[in-house]
């Protein structure tokens, strides 16, 4: 059985930091996403990853405070985020798919698999 587990999320105030954690199993992927959606929104791209070689993306909302990373040993991804503000409110969820793809990696669609999500509340 293939699972996507989020942790790391909570409430914390703007400015803070932390750390989310997706951990997989059943399966390994080559292509790994970050995706939030806040209350009201659709979901939307945050950063992805390409396994293999660490290749990167990010939403621009999020460039310079957001790092994501990888240790495939553990098949497991990251999500470091610092300097959170209000609108970085949202359930966080994890995505993967076997190919990594440039131009598809921010399109929730393509992810095959999701985990349940984390909720992450910056407070002002």
């Known amino acids: 059985q293939v699972q996507l587990v989020e942790s790391g999320g909570g409430l914390v105030q703007a400015g803070a930091s932390l750390r989310l954690s997706c951990a997989a199993s059943g399966r390994t992927f080559n292509a790994m996403g970050w995706f939030r959606q806040a209350p009201g929104k659709e979901r939307a791209f945050v950063a992805a990853?390409?396994?293999?070689?660490?290749?990167?993306q990010y939403a621009d909302s999020v460039k310079g405070r957001f790092t994501i990373s990888r240790d495939n040993a553990k098949n497991t991804m990251y999500l470091q985020m610092n300097s959170l503000n209000f609108e970085d409110t949202a359930v966080y969820y994890c995505?993967?798919?076997?190919?990594?793809?440039?131009?598809?990696?921010?399109?929730?669609?393509?992810?095959?698999?999701w985990g349940q999500g984390t909720q992450v509340t910056v407070s002002s």
């Open positions: 990853i390409y396994m293999t070689d660490g290749n990167t």
């Open positions: 995505a993967g798919r076997a190919n990594w793809s440039p131009i598809l990696a921010r399109v929730p669609g393509v992810y095959g698999y």
